[in-house]
């Protein structure tokens, strides 16, 4: 497929990509359907994943009553860990393991449905814990097959990672966030109720919908499909298979309806409209990023988070240094798309007019900056923090910083532009202050 400039196919190149659409329910009302959706699956025994935070909303509520009323035996786990470690999958795991489940369900943020993913995975197909985390941390070994069914309930707008075939933790003697990722990952199903954002704090709104911006950013700028040799087997086709026709379409729509209802969501809790768009928007970036991946911010994140000391926002459980995932990724995402937007600056400019910048009449050398400058207003708008600085980072920690994030190949192979441990460097420098 040859549908524009971008996707040139080009000899010995990758000519292929996959379309693998999530099984999705959407709407109010979503979550009281999960018993229909366990009996559909044949589960009789379920375990139901959730945070002791999440535990207490009536998601959890409606969701467990839902399915003992079809005689269901649900058992809860409440002690998943915000922003989960190779500890706490562990335990997870061993939960698992022992409670002979024929399926899951999970209730809550990107850390539950990921907690969720492992403890099934380790549950079915028992091994040392390396050993299916992603090389060259771990030993990156296939999933041997099928995992139990897993319905995943989303209670925030933002990881997508109830439509992805991965699972992220730091992994705590390394200071680093690592993964799993493997389309046996993936949940069987997900139902989506944008109800559940109503009470979310406004913290926890502004960096789950970054996290949405910037999913579907970095899948609309990822080193296209066709830039990849092609694979010697169609079973070594990786999940992050690039920007694609079918991933541009959910990017565009996300960046749409981010722009739009963004701030909105995050500045008025009883702006419903709003609430329910960011949740469409994460439900459509994490479709795209599913089938594409993403790149440098993500990349760049996973140390900003690893290597957090004493930085706590409202809105999250305190006591102990936590950087959230959203945070953690927008403060890299100006400075990277200042850099990247010489690979395809039609795209960067789209994207900032997307996201409703002023963009005019600005020629190609000004992308880069059209999406920096639109994006930055945005974090000033939700009182994101100025950059790494505002994280505690200094010049000295730029070095481990870039190390970390080099350690992310797989992350580092689908940016549109290679770049070795001094670029890293550069990037993270980029990032220190924004205003
Ligand atoms: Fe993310």
New binding site residues.
Partial sequence: MSCCHHYDLITGNEHVFSVDPSAIRFGVGALAEVGHDAQQLGLKRVALFTDKAVAQLEAVTTVSSALRAVGMDVVIYDDVRVEPTDGSFKQAARFASEGHFDGYVSVGGGSVIDTCKAANLYATYPAEFLTYVNAPIGDGVAVPGPLKPHIACPTTSG?GSECTGMAIFDLVERHVKTGIASRALWPTLALIDPEVTATLPANVVAASGF?VL??ALESYTARPYTQRPAPESPALRPMSQGANPWSDMGCREALRYTGKYLVRAVQDATDTEARHGMMWAATLAGIAFGNSG?HLP?GMAYSVAGMIRDYCPAGYPQGEAICP?GIS?IVDVPSVFRFTASSSPGRHMEAASLLGGAVGNAGDDEAGEALAETIIAMMRATEMPNGIGALGYGEADIPGLAEGAFAQQRLLANSPMPVDQGDLQALYRGAAQYW
Avoid: A, P
């Fill in positions: 990881t996290d910037s999913h993403v993500h995932h990724v």
